[in-house]
């Protein structure tokens, strides 16, 4: 992780990398240093991967969901997806977004792993005139219009087929 915090031009950190940066203080300041070299850099963390980000409880960060994700941005000086109903995604300086797509089929093991792949795709891609920030947004919202038409499928066809991590990285895949 040091050396990929140091070399990686655009980085998204999710699960245990996030709690990797949360309990190493040398991570903190290697991920803090990434903006000054126009790195970017998005973490994606769920309330308690945010809670271990700043040091208090999953209490606290869910009873201000916004400052929580604006705190996380500010002090790591990334692009910040605080993961959940109501995903916020915010960067430095930027409006924060909040997003309406995505339902609670999303609550499943390994859907929010799913999210860093069009969140990296996003932002690989050739520029489309958008700052990362938009384009995250748009990858946060994709992902969660995928579980929206999941469940509303399901309903017409009478199905009541969890919504599997796999099953949303094919439809990823397939739009």
Same mark, same amino acid.
Request: with cysteine.
């Given at each position: 992780?040091?050396?990929?915090?140091?070399?990686?031009?655009?980085?998204?950190?999710?699960?245990?990398?996030?709690?990797?940066?949360?309990?190493?203080?040398?991570?903190?300041?290697?991920?803090?240093?990434?903006?000054?070299?126009?790195?970017?850099?998005?973490?994606?963390?769920?309330?308690?991967?945010? @809670?271990? &980000?700043?040091?208090?409880?999953?209490?606290? +960060?869910? =009873?201000?969901?916004?400052? %929580? !994700?604006? /705190?996380?941005? $500010?002090?790591?000086?990334?692009?910040?997806?605080?993961?959940?109903?109501?995903?916020?995604?915010?960067?430095?300086?930027?409006?924060?977004?909040?997003?309406?797509?995505?339902? @609670?089929? &999303?609550?499943?093991?390994?859907?929010?792993? +799913?999210? =860093?792949?069009?969140?990296? %795709? !996003?932002? /690989?891609?050739? $520029?489309?005139?958008?700052?990362?920030?938009?384009?995250?947004?748009?990858?946060?919202?994709?992902?969660?219009?995928?579980?929206?038409?999941?469940?509303?499928?399901?309903?017409?066809?009478?199905?009541?087929?969890?919504?599997?991590?796999?099953?949303? =990285?094919?439809?990823?895949? %397939?739009?």
């Amino acid at each position: 992780l040091p050396e990929t915090l140091q070399r990686a031009r655009t980085l998204v950190l999710d699960a245990d990398g996030l709690n990797a940066v949360a309990s190493n203080p040398a991570l903190q300041d290697a991920v803090r240093q990434r903006m000054a070299r126009n790195q970017t850099t998005v973490l994606t963390p769920h309330p308690l991967e945010a @809670a271990r &980000l700043l040091g208090t409880d999953t209490a606290a +960060v869910m =009873a201000d969901r916004l400052a %929580a !994700a604006r /705190a996380l941005s $500010e002090r790591f000086g990334c692009i910040c997806v605080l993961k959940g109903s109501g995903t916020v995604v915010c960067a430095p300086g930027e409006t924060p977004r909040i997003n309406a797509s995505g339902n @609670a089929a &999303l609550a499943t093991a390994g859907s929010g792993d +799913v999210l =860093a792949g069009p969140i990296g %795709a !996003a932002l /690989a891609a050739p $520029e489309t005139g958008k700052s990362a920030l938009l384009r995250v947004a748009d990858a946060v919202y994709h992902h969660g219009w995928l579980a929206d038409r999941w469940v509303a499928n399901a309903s017409l066809h009478s199905s009541c087929a969890p919504l599997t991590a796999g099953a949303l =990285a094919r439809a990823a895949s %397939a739009t």
